[in-house]
């Protein structure tokens, strides 16, 4: 039973344009979220999170944002850089320090 | 560098053997998580520890799977009489137990590839 879900596996994008990743999710009890980049042959590396409690946060260049009546949330990603370029992992959790559900990723590909 | 490690970091072995994949945690983390990662996928649970007790285990953690934290730091994870289904990214994460603000989360070690013949 896939919870989470990222229903576009890849993203091509011109440096310095916005990247939008999305995210859905099916379990109500989510009241935690994170996203995790991940380059080959490396772990995955946390990027930013946001509790169900608000609607959006903010980070340098990165942004999440979270529709709960929607059940979807969305990282910008503004401008894309050439290093930008890996795959991106919605996650969610049921407590912030519990056994975290993924989604299948998406690889994104900025471009010159 | 005090990140997650995982030892092997590859590792290719005969159907039917046994292997053993060590975690050290980044120091005081005192919650350890263990995933199963197959191409194409999200991570996916397989256990986690608080210190040294087992808390939850998924049902994706066979009989033939066994972890353990026996002094509640580095972890192991043993699969017994491998198959080709085992073939996977096992990857290790940390975190602490009293989150400090919203950025602390778990994190990821590099993983160990496992390749059943």
């Known amino acids: 039973d896939q919870q989470v879900k990222q229903n576009s596996p890849s993203l091509s994008v011109q440096e310095g344009r916005i990247s939008i990743l999305n995210c859905d999710y099916t379990?109500?009890?989510?009241?935690?979220f994170l996203w995790y980049k991940k380059y080959p042959a490396e772990g995955p590396t946390f990027l930013i999170s946001?509790?169900?409690?608000?609607d959006k946060n903010e980070d340098g260049r990165f942004t999440v944002f979270l529709n709960k009546s929607a059940k979807h949330l969305s990282l910008h990603i503004v401008p894309s850089q050439p290093g930008d370029s890996a795959v991106y992992f919605c996650?969610?959790?049921?407590?912030?320090?519990?056994?975290?559900?993924f989604g299948a990723g998406t690889q994104v590909v900025v471009t010159p | 560098d005090t990140g997650v490690s995982q030892d092997p970091r590859h590792k290719i072995t005969k159907r039917g053997q046994n292997v053993t994949f060590r975690c050290d945690p980044i120091?005081?983390?005192?919650?350890l998580y263990w995933y199963r990662q197959t191409l194409g996928q999200g991570p996916e649970f397989l256990t986690y520890?608080?210190?040294?007790?087992?808390?939850?285990k998924s049902r994706l953690l066979s009989d033939r799977f066994s972890a353990e934290r026996p002094k509640g730091s580095f972890s192991t994870l043993e699969i017994q009489r491998t198959e080709q289904g085992d073939s996977a990214m096992y990857l290790c994460?940390?975190?602490?137990?009293?989150?400090?603000?919203?950025?602390?989360?778990?994190?990821f070690g590099p993983g160990t590839r496992l390749t059943v013949l």
């Open positions: 994460a940390s975190s602490p137990r009293d989150p400090k603000g919203s950025t602390d989360t778990q994190y």
């Open positions: 379990n109500s009890m989510f009241d935690y």
């Open positions: 946001i509790s169900s409690i608000k």
């Open positions: 996650a969610a959790t049921t407590d912030s320090w519990g056994k975290l559900q």
């Open positions: 120091s005081e983390h005192n919650r």
């Open positions: 520890f608080q210190n040294e007790a087992q808390l939850e």
